[in-house]
């Protein structure tokens, strides 16, 4: 079935450093969805992009929509301690109603 | 708009109790989700529907039922709890549009079974 890899795992980084996450899948999907999970509360949604090359922004958030649909990336600029949280990807699982996430990028701000 | 509501937040269930978990949307939304999320696993569905009145199973549906009596409520039924059901239950939903915005999540409902 489709899956969705998520790298890295698990980052630690220091407050004003750049970010960059990647979410990989050996399918096609036709939509991507980055989302973010703090503590304690549920998914909330970061960015939709809907076509291959698409480059789409939210404030420091940046997410590309990778030419070949198999894959997307997440990049943070200028990071600050409230990003701190899970960031996974989504995608709907072809012909169905579902979506398929990702295993997480666990985000650790230093300050 | 409270977007998408769980009752309770927390529970504490013994081995063999049962209970139903709330979800509520107020946006009209046609399709509803409920996933577990254990650590280190992710989102895993349980089951969904499409519509008032339909259900379908998601990935790990056993030891769980699902009702959708109104659009705008979807439960999540428990008979006979075990401890592999500990675990931090979410709620989401979405819109029929194609190519919309994703899903939207709840709060969650933190259960553990002893």
């Known amino acids: 079935g489709q899956q969705l890899n998520q790298s890295p795992q698990s980052m630690f980084i220091q407050e004003g450093e750049d970010v960059s996450m990647n979410c990989t899948s050996s399918s096609i999907f036709n939509t991507w969805l980055w989302y973010k999970q703090d503590p304690g509360e549920g998914p909330v949604l970061l960015i939709a992009?809907?076509?291959?090359?698409e480059l789409t922004s939210n404030g420091r958030l940046t997410a590309q929509f990778g030419i070949t649909r198999k894959d997307s990336f997440l990049n943070i600029s200028a990071s600050i301690p409230s990003d701190v949280g899970i960031y996974f990807c989504?995608?709907?699982?072809?012909?169905?109603?579902?979506?398929?996430f990702g295993t997480g990028t666990r985000l650790k701000v230093l300050a | 708009n409270a977007g998408v509501t769980q009752t309770p937040k927390f529970r504490v269930l013994k081995t063999g109790q049962s209970m139903t978990l709330l979800c509520a949307q107020d946006m009209n939304h046609e399709y509803m989700y409920w996933y577990r999320q254990d650590p280190g696993m992710g989102l895993r569905l349980i089951h969904y529907?499409?519509?008032?009145?339909?259900?379908a199973k998601g990935e790990v549906p056993d030891g769980y039922n699902v009702s959708r009596l109104k659009k705008q409520n979807f439960l999540l039924g428990l008979e006979s709890a075990a401890p592999s059901q500990t675990s931090v239950y979410f709620c989401?939903?979405?819109?029929?549009?194609?190519?919309?915005?994703?899903?939207?999540f709840g709060p969650g409902t933190r259960l553990t079974v002893l």
């Open positions: 989504a995608g709907p699982a072809s012909g169905t109603y579902k979506y398929i």
């Open positions: 992009l809907y076509k291959a090359g």
């Open positions: 989401a939903s979405r819109e029929r549009l194609a190519g919309g915005p994703g899903q939207f």
């Open positions: 529907s499409v519509g008032e009145g339909t259900t």
